[in-house]
């Protein structure tokens, strides 16, 4: 048995059998099959083989006849390796007595082989090993294509461990299969744990070794709540766990009294509570957890694992659904925010956004103004179904912002003079999640009827930190004292101007912080759906004159850890049946 700590990212806990994922290369999918259809296995195994050897020998005679025998030698090595008894026997072999597909089995066999050889102090032989695994990635791309298949097509429960999980990667999951996941790296603001809280997958990232630690098969206890991974666990652990489960949902129902119940302090002051989505599946449980509206829809989740981008009525429909289904309440879509570091990396994009690699989001808009444009004509037309504001990510410089009013001034010429009916009074908003944001915002302020601060970015763009790896580079800290001041300056810039804030980064879903942004006057919090009953709870056990009082002293204080060390103790005063998740 051995327990590692980590952060927990997504609550639950889940006990079940380890799917490792390599980490690079295709995605292996594992099935079990009968005896009676071991033959057929085999036989499709022997296709993809001489397949591979067939186009070992094309590339062979090409390179030869082309650049010269001598160069044509690697290719007869890797002739050898498809002639090697050990391996292709083995496979088949193994394929018999498991009774499992090939590929499963195939990369088992040569990973083993590999590994041996790569061991040897012996120049050649290390070579050979990555002749084996080079052809290995031929024969297997015959079997099952070359690109990274979703993890849909895992067919039995099994909790998921890899190094890291890219946002495609979880969009992909699905409850039924996925008990839950684990990582070596990843932190709470990254987009592969918000989608986990989003599909409710219990999750724990930043385990640093555990693909390490796990072999195939292990049976694994995944705590999201507490952050921990226990592998191989004795029974008297097993029972354990097996309580805590049933304590968390007792704790998690014990919630749901606060769902109808408004977002207010104790003595009144409202705040508005909403939720953030990234997939329209998310709708039941945003209404069934509370939210009073939806402040933030990630509409890059729309784009992703496609081969053609949305049409504008596929969008529409969508905007449209979720308006409909949210009223009375209103709903904020966020324009696609892809690019540079966001989502490109294992994603599958529309041809149409290759130039997106180069730019993120609001500087792609401007290279392909007609993309966002198709997406805006859909929001102002679906924005007469009900209370429906867009805003942008990313702003940087008012010159994009006022690059965007162009666009969407052009997508109403169009609707108008096509005769389509649309809002004409949509209501816009930027995110603050630069510092130069921030700095501006009295400019921008000017030019939007309201504010998002996107904290998640921000604490990344100003401490020079990560939010995938909170652990590389510079510790990413929310409540650095240089984070609390510049959202104190965007909310007291924007009630000057006399248009609302909202902060929809992970920050905002934290118990222990939502007194601090209450006390410095933030008006709306957004946050993922099973945030919200916590959060009601917090905002409803305490006063404005508390929250301010709490916010003052956090703003004098110099590190991170006093901010978090102080709320966390307040937060226990003030609502101590909240759990306290997270913990640094
Ligand atoms: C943020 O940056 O805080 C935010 C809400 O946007 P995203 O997490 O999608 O980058
Ligand atoms: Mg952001």
């Given at each position: 048995m051995l327990t590692i700590k980590g952060t927990g990212v997504s609550p639950g806990i889940k006990v079940g059998k380890a799917f490792l994922l390599s980490r690079e290369g295709p995605f292996i999918p594992r099935w079990r099959i009968s005896r009676g259809e071991v033959d057929r296995e085999l036989a499709r195994f022997e296709r993809a083989v001489d397949h591979a050897k067939k186009r070992i020998i094309q590339v062979?005679?090409?390179?030869?006849?082309?650049?010269?025998?001598?160069?044509?030698?690697?290719?007869?090595?890797?002739?050898?390796?498809?002639?090697?008894?050990s391996l292709i026997e083995e496979t088949k072999q193994q394929v018999r007595e498991r009774e499992m597909n090939a590929e499963y089995i195939f990369v088992g066999v040569l990973e083993r082989i590999a590994k041996k050889l790569s061991a040897l102090d012996d120049e050649y032989l290390g070579g050979r090993s990555v002749d084996i695994r080079d052809v290995g990635k031929r024969v297997l791309s015959n079997m099952i294509g070359s690109k990274r298949k979703g993890l849909s097509h895992i067919k039995e429960e099994v909790i998921i461990v890899a190094h890291d999980l890219s946002p495609s990667d979880t969009a992909t999951m699905r409850k039924e299969t996925i008990l839950a996941f684990a990582t070596?790296?990843?932190?709470?603001?990254?987009?592969?744990?918000?989608?986990?809280?989003?599909?409710?997958?219990?999750?724990?990232?930043?385990?640093?070794?555990?693909?390490?630690?796990?072999?195939?098969?292990?049976?694994?206890?995944?705590?999201?709540?507490?952050?921990?991974?226990?592998?191989?666990?004795?029974?008297?652990?097993?029972?354990?766990?097996?309580?805590?489960?049933?304590?968390?949902?007792?704790?998690?129902?014990?919630?749901?009294?606060?769902?109808?119940?408004?977002?207010?302090?104790?003595?009144?002051?409202?705040?508005?509570?909403?939720?953030?989505?990234?997939?329209?599946?998310?709708?039941?449980?945003?209404?069934?957890?509370?939210?009073?509206?939806?402040?933030?829809?990630?509409?890059e989740f729309f784009y992703i694992n496609r081969q053609k981008l949305p049409t504008e009525d596929e969008h529409y429909e969508a905007y449209k659904?979720?308006?409909?289904?949210?009223?009375?309440?209103?709903?904020?879509?966020?324009?696609?925010?892809?690019?540079?570091?966001?989502?490109?990396?294992?994603?599958?994009?529309?041809?149409?956004?290759?130039?997106?690699?180069?730019?993120?989001?609001?500087?792609?808009?401007?290279?392909?103004?007609?993309?966002?444009?198709?997406?805006?004509?859909?929001?102002?037309?679906?924005?007469?179904?009900?209370?429906?504001?867009?805003?942008?990510?990313?702003?940087s410089r008012i010159e994009e912002l006022r690059a965007t009013k162009e666009i969407l001034d052009t997508a109403k010429d169009e609707l108008r003079r096509s005769g389509i009916r649309f809002n004409e009074r949509i209501r816009v908003g930027a995110m603050i999640e630069t510092p130069s944001a921030v700095m501006t915002a009295d400019i921008l302020a000017k030019e939007v009827h309201f504010f998002s601060i996107g904290t998640n970015d921000l604490v990344q763009y100003s401490l020079a930190a990560d939010r995938v790896d909170e652990q590389r580079l510079q510790p990413y800290e929310p409540v650095h004292p240089g984070i609390l001041r510049l959202i104190k300056m965007v909310i007291d810039t924007a009630h000057r101007e006399k248009i609302p804030v909202s902060i929809c980064g992970e920050m905002a879903s934290e118990p222990a912080y939502i007194p601090i942004l209450l006390g410095m006057g933030l008006d709306e919090f957004s946050m993922s759906a099973i945030a919200i009953p916590e959060a009601k709870r917090v905002i409803r056990a305490i006063t404005m004159t508390e929250a301010k009082r709490i916010a003052r002293k956090c703003l004098t204080m110099s590190t991170a850890e006093e901010v978090d060390r102080y709320a966390r103790e307040k937060l226990k005063k003030i609502a101590p049946d909240v759990r306290q998740y997270y913990q640094r």
């Open positions: 062979k005679d090409k390179i030869s006849r082309e650049m010269g025998e001598r160069y044509a030698d690697i290719f007869g090595a890797h002739l050898l390796v498809l002639e090697d008894i070596d790296v990843g932190g709470k603001a990254s987009h592969t744990a918000i989608m986990a809280r989003a599909i409710e997958i219990p999750a724990v990232v930043g385990l640093r070794n555990i693909t390490e630690e796990v072999g195939e098969d292990d049976t694994v206890i995944v705590d999201g709540t507490e952050g921990v991974v226990i592998i191989n666990p004795d029974e008297e652990t097993l029972v354990k766990y097996q309580k805590k489960d049933l304590e968390l949902k007792t704790y998690e129902k014990e919630f749901e009294d606060s769902v109808p119940l408004p977002a207010q302090t104790r003595r009144g002051h409202q705040v508005k509570l909403s939720a953030n989505i990234e997939i329209l599946d998310e709708i039941p449980l945003v209404l069934s957890h509370g939210a009073a509206g939806i402040g933030l829809y990630r509409t659904s979720i308006v409909e289904k949210m009223a009375p309440y209103s709903v904020t879509i966020r324009t696609f925010d892809i690019g540079g570091d966001k989502f490109i990396s294992q994603l599958q994009l529309p041809e149409e956004m290759s130039s997106f690699r180069d730019f993120r989001s609001i500087r792609s808009y401007l290279a392909q103004p007609e993309i966002l444009k198709v997406q805006l004509r859909a929001i102002l037309r679906a924005a007469v179904h009900g209370e429906l504001r867009v805003m942008y990510p990313m702003i």
